[in-house]
């Protein structure tokens, strides 16, 4: 396993569509990049279909990226509240708990902020998808934010 903070591969591409994603990401395999079992990003639909045309691995939705993403749905004086009730969910400790807390607290999202809920309902299997892998690698795997430290 490679350390986080190494860079493979810079590439520039004309767009984020699947056909650069999908070259750039062939050529991290041709040079010997392999048994990748988790992807995270942001939710680029080239990335996506990219990291699924490429790889056998699973796909996770950077979870501070969609956290705030999910708060725009929500008023700014209501983001603590509602962000605190989200993260019970990631507090779990396994995807199923995290699933059965996901799923209470759309809920009870559902009758105040019902795009909140709406989004919880189609995204929970992307935003928790890094429950799944052991417990003390969580904190690494949730989010893009170690990337982009690195390209600061």
């Known amino acids: 396993m490679s350390n986080v903070r190494e860079s493979s591969r810079l590439g520039i ?33 080239g990335l996506k279909a990219a990291i699924a045309r490429v ?17 725009t749905h929500v ?4 983001h603590t509240v509602v962000a605190a009730a989200i993260r019970q969910a990631f507090d779990q400790p396994d ?14 999202l559902r009758p105040r902020w019902p795009k909140r809920a709406d989004l919880m309902d189609a995204s929970e299997h ?6 799944s892998f052991p417990r003390q690698h969580r904190t690494k795997l949730h989010s893009t934010n170690p990337i982009e430290r690195l390209n600061k």
């Open 126 to 131: 992307h935003v928790a998808a890094y429950m």
């Open 75 to 78: 008023s700014r004086g209501q």
């Open 55 to 71: 790889f056998e691995a699973t796909w996770q939705r950077c979870r501070v990226h969609w956290m705030r993403n999910a708060l």
């Open 13 to 45: 591409g004309p767009s984020e569509a699947e056909t650069f994603w999908t070259e750039f990401l062939r050529s991290l395999r041709v040079r010997g990049l392999g048994g990748v079992r988790l992807v995270i990003s942001d939710a680029h639909t």
């Open 95 to 108: 995807r199923s708990h995290a699933g059965e807390t996901w799923r209470k607290v759309a809920e009870q």
